[in-house]
Structures are given as C-alpha cells and as structure tokens.
C-alpha cells in the first residue's frame, strides 16, 4: 500500500517540530479526515533557512509533512512556492489514490506559511 520512502518519512519524520519566532506559520486540515498540518519557516535573504512541522493524522499526512520540509529547505522562497501536491507524491513514490486527496496538504500547508511570511514582510508573491 504504501512505498518504502512513505514509511521510511513515517517512521522517521524529518525536521519535525516548531520554530520558535518563525517567519511564517500555515495551518491546513482536511476535516473529514482529521489531518491538520502546521509548518513553520525561517526565511532570510528570501531563502527557507530552515521549517519544522506539526502534523496531527495519519502516516502518509506525517510522511508528506516530513518531504515537504526536505523539499524546501535551502529554497529560494519563490522556488519553494512552485512545489505542488504531485511533487511530494512523486518524492514519495506514489501515494494510495485514497490517500492523495486527504493527505497531502503539505503543500498547502507551506504555501499558507510562505503567504504569512510575505504578508509580514508586506510583499505580494
């Protein structure tokens, strides 16, 4: 069901946690399943220096919480706004069908914390 990269990120979650005095904050859930993603960015000359997250759910909400964060860290924030639901899927090697829509708001969920960020900083992406 799931592929070796899912569990591994599962098992495994990388840069889970929060940063304190972020520079941008995005929260999104799915209700009808329960997933609710947090992450947190540090940006500094316009580039993901570093992001943590929270994410209450299932496996495959932790797994994908888990890859956005080693997808955009290090990104220019422009790049990292370019990254799409497909792309963390892809990273993953796949996800299940049922899981695809319920799952994978990570990208949402840095798209939220970027436009926090840009809101602070008063930019328009």
């Known amino acids: ?4 990269k899912v569990m591994e ?12 005095n972020p520079s ?6 799915n209700p009808s399943c329960g997933d609710l993603m947090t992450i947190y960015i540090y940006v500094e000359d316009e580039i993901i220096k570093d992001i943590k997250f ?20 290090g990104k220019p924030i422009n790049e990292a706004l370019k990254i799409t ?4 899927a892809d ?19 840095l798209h ?5 960020y840009l809101e602070k900083q008063k930019i328009n992406p």
């Open 112 to 116: 939220a914390a970027i436009a926090d």
């Open 9 to 20: 990120h599962f098992s495994n979650p990388k840069n889970a946690g929060e940063i304190k």
């Open 91 to 109: 990273a993953l090697d796949g996800l299940p069908p049922v899981k695809m829509h319920c799952s994978n708001l990570a990208a949402d969920a």
């Open 1 to 4: 069901m799931y592929s070796e």
């Open 54 to 73: 929270k994410t209450f759910g299932c496996g495959a909400a932790i797994a994908t919480s888990s890859m956005i964060t080693e997808l955009s860290k």
């Open 85 to 88: 639901k497909s792309d963390v």
């Open 24 to 29: 941008g904050v995005g929260t999104v859930g």
